[in-house]
């Protein structure tokens, strides 16, 4: 499914400086649809923030996606996470 899903991230204050910034999580799915490994893809341009980067890790966990009936090998994607802080 190339669907979009969203997950939802704990709020946590960004470290100072940071306004805006990404964090890419390399998941790996198995045939039931749920996300059995994710890791922070440290080959792209990351907010490095290691809180930041372990509530992706806990909500790219939580994300479930349709069971796949093609294919019974795991899948990998990447969800890409896009902070942009603004002063309320």
Sequence with gaps: NNGEYRSAIKRVSPPAGTKVGKIHVTIYVDSNGEVIVAEINLEK???TDPDM???????ALKTKF????ETEDTQSAEIEYNFDFKKD
């Design 53 to 59: 980067q372990a509530e992706c890790i806990k909500a």
């Design 45 to 47: 341009e990351n907010i």
């Design 66 to 69: 349709e069971p796949s009936n």
